[in-house]
């Protein structure tokens, strides 16, 4: 199923076109779970239920190498359902290649930079375009002259 597939299914069960868990405010669609308005993500659940909110994820998908990394639950739910989008056979790698198993590992890690980049500077460009417009709301639309040695070159 294609990733624009799941994700139509996904906002589907979940009965929203805008799901937020309702703990925690998680809105990645493969953490999610409940209909809305009683929406939780998988570590809010996984909380409530005692088991650990770390979990062990194969970067390189299981068949291709038992090596695993600790990630928090909602990212391992993330980075499992972007591996979904591999080709089939070099998640599977069902003679072993060692070609595919590279491939899988290249995958897998790009992932994992991708959903770390995403968590650690994903909020910087919104909020900066939301500073830009307060700014020039409150100090008029050359509000960074006013600045000594603020202007962008």
């Given at each position: 199923?294609?990733?624009?597939?799941r994700?139509?299914?996904?906002?589907?069960?979940?009965?929203?076109?805008?799901?937020r868990?309702?703990?925690c405010?998680?809105s990645?669609?493969?953490?999610?779970?409940g209909?809305?308005?009683?929406?939780?993500?998988?570590e809010?659940?996984?909380?409530?239920?005692?088991?650990?909110?770390?979990e062990k994820?194969?970067?390189?998908?299981r068949?291709?190498?038992?090596?695993?990394?600790?990630?928090?639950?909602n990212?391992?739910r993330?980075?499992?359902?972007?591996?979904?989008?591999?080709?089939?056979?070099?998640?599977?790698?069902?003679?072993?290649?060692?070609?595919?198993?590279?491939?899988?590992?290249?995958?897998?890690?790009l992932d994992?930079?991708?959903?770390?980049?995403?968590?650690?500077?994903g909020?910087?460009?919104?909020?900066?375009?939301a500073?830009?417009?307060?700014?020039?709301?409150?100090?008029?639309?050359?509000?960074?002259?006013q600045?000594?040695?603020?202007?962008?070159?």
């Amino acid at each position: 199923m294609s990733k624009e597939a799941r994700r139509e299914k996904q906002t589907r069960r979940l009965g929203t076109r805008a799901p937020r868990c309702k703990l925690c405010g998680e809105s990645n669609l493969v953490a999610l779970s409940g209909t809305a308005p009683s929406i939780l993500c998988y570590e809010c659940q996984t909380r409530d239920s005692g088991k650990p909110l770390i979990e062990k994820h194969h970067a390189a998908g299981r068949h291709n190498d038992p090596f695993t990394i600790p990630i928090p639950a909602n990212d391992h739910r993330v980075l499992s359902d972007r591996q979904q989008d591999w080709p089939a056979k070099t998640l599977r790698n069902p003679n072993g290649s060692p070609l595919l198993k590279a491939s899988a590992t290249l995958r897998g890690w790009l992932d994992v930079l991708r959903e770390l980049i995403e968590h650690i500077l994903g909020w910087i460009p919104e909020f900066l375009e939301a500073l830009d417009s307060f700014l020039n709301e409150k100090l008029g639309n050359h509000w960074c002259e006013q600045i000594p040695q603020g202007r962008a070159k």
